[in-house]
């Protein structure tokens, strides 16, 4: 079992531009959520993906938008990239009923 | 709005010391309390799992209890090793609109010195 699998590693992107990051979930687990981490920061919630919609979105804004597709990976998108996006994006999967998360490497974003 | 709190921040202990991490939240109504490990740079290993029934769970060297009535986990670690150095996080899970998410604590940073 490859575990949660995250691409790119490392990402640098200039301000304004468009990110997509993309996630694929442990075998069998069918729901996908993204965090973002700031240096020194715990992780916080951005969205979760079920059924290939969106069930659930924390406090950030609509730059910050997803996709599941049918095999259950999914992607993050960030338009008009900010500095203050720059983050470890993390993807963490599971089963749909609140057990134990799995969580991916990471993606390094670096805004400049 | 669930909040989670980690104290320490930071820790510093020498090899073979016995050491507890401390999480504290405010919504008791968690689903369960999840422990990860973070080394520098990277993704989150999970440690251990308890569930909101359960009052600890044990692996190895590691024994996380947890007290929902007073909103407290701890996490202990026996005979700490150089290799025990990194971030631990704890994150409760709670539902929102028909699903759960995790909140995480700060973090706290572990030294373990040789």
């Known amino acids: 079992d490859a575990g949660v699998t995250q691409s790119p590693t490392h990402l640098i992107k200039t301000r304004g531009q468009q990110v997509t990051l993309r996630c694929s979930p442990k075998?069998?687990?069918?729901?996908v959520s993204w965090y973002q981490q700031a240096l020194g920061q715990g992780p916080q919630f951005i969205f979760q993906y079920y059924e290939e919609e969106e069930r659930q979105r924390g406090n950030f804004p609509d730059r910050f938008s997803g996709h599941q597709f049918p095999n259950y990976s999914s992607e993050l998108n960030v338009n008009a990239l900010l500095l203050g996006d720059s983050a470890l994006y993390l993807c963490?999967?599971?089963?749909?009923?609140?057990?134990?998360?799995?969580f991916g490497q990471g993606t390094r974003l670096t805004v400049v | 709005k669930q909040e989670v709190t980690q104290i320490p921040a930071a820790l510093s202990v020498p090899e073979g010391e016995n050491l507890v991490l401390n999480c504290s939240f405010t919504d008791s109504a968690i689903y369960n309390l999840q422990w990860f490990r973070q080394d520098p740079g990277k993704g989150l290993t999970s440690l251990l799992l308890i569930q909101s029934s359960q009052r600890e769970q044990t692996s190895g060297r590691l024994n996380a209890s947890l007290d929902k009535s007073s909103g407290r986990s701890t996490l202990y670690i026996a005979a700490s090793q150089p290799g025990d150095s990194a971030t631990y996080l704890c994150a409760s899970a709670y539902s929102g609109a028909g699903s759960y998410q995790l909140t995480f604590g700060k973090g706290t940073k572990l030294s373990v010195i040789p």
């Open positions: 963490a999967s599971s089963f749909s009923s609140p057990i134990e998360a799995f």
């Open positions: 075998s069998g687990h069918d729901t």
